[in-house]
Each structure stands twice: as C-alpha cells, then as structure tokens.
C-alpha cells in the first residue's frame, strides 16, 4: 500500500475533454434512417390508439349489453 502513495497521480482529463471524447463514440443517425424510424413510431402510436379505442368501445357495449 505505501508503493501506492509514493507513485505521482495519473494526469486527470477535464470533465469537458471526457464529454467530447464520448460525443465522438456517437454513431448519429442518417437523414434517412431518422425519417424512417420517426414514422415507425408516429404509425405505431396511431395503430396502437385506434385499437385501445376499438377495445374501450367493445367494453362499453358489452357492459350496456350486459346491464341493460
């Protein structure tokens, strides 16, 4: 353990210096790709509105069906 203490300190790099060597790991996404993904999930929303819709209005009449 006293090895440890008598060694200098490792040169440390500025948080700034480490965040912009992590935004340069980024792979970004092409214009192309972005698009496509974006409207996956835009249409993916939609479909899964209509069918919660489709579902609440099932469950209305079935329960009107069932009470009445």
Known sequence: MAENKDKAPALKRSWFQELKAEFGK???????????QSVAVIVTAVLMGVLIVLLDYLIRFGFGYILV
């Open 26 to 36: 980024i792979t970004w996404p092409t214009k192309k790709n972005l698009f496509r």
